[in-house]
């Protein structure tokens, strides 16, 4: 499927990569995405299948906060893109949302700012870590 796209495939998935980054993003990763996410045809529509399905995810997530996550739950969220958007939509749903903005990032959190994710993540499952803390009470 790979060949069908030709150079399109760069230009179009390639845009999306960077318009969504805060931080631009080396060449050879988004080379690296976009070769993946077109690598076959079962990889494209899982991508686009997450697009097509937003009205049964719409109600799912309606349904999801009768329920609230009593958990604690990290929500980060890059400063250069939603920022504080993702915390606010976690608070719909959960009790005990910490929230992490890392001013720099784009979308692409794990790519733009690895060592400051790493930095909000290693805290937050520290408790866990040993097994002395579940936190998974209301989880199902």
């Known amino acids: 499927m790979s060949a069908s796209f030709g150079g399109a495939k760069d230009i179009y998935f390639g845009a999306e990569y960077v ?9 050879s990763v988004v080379k690296y995405y976009v070769d ?14 997450s697009y097509r399905a937003i009205d049964t995810t719409i109600a799912q997530n309606a349904r999801r906060k009768t329920r609230r996550l009593t958990l604690p739950v990290l929500a980060i969220g890059g400063g250069k893109a939603i920022g504080e958007g993702t915390a606010n939509t976690m608070r719909l749903v959960a009790d005990n949302v910490q929230s992490v903005i890392i001013p720099e990032s784009g979308h692409w959190v794990a790519e733009e700012a690895p060592k400051k994710l790493l930095a909000a ?11 002395s803390r579940a936190g998974t009470e209301n989880v199902r």
């Open 19 to 27: 318009q969504s980054a805060g931080t631009p993003l080396p060449a």
């Open 36 to 49: 993946g996410l077109t690598s076959n045809p079962d990889a494209l529509r899982g991508s686009f299948g």
């Open 121 to 131: 993540l290693t805290p937050f499952l520290a408790p866990y870590r040993d097994g």
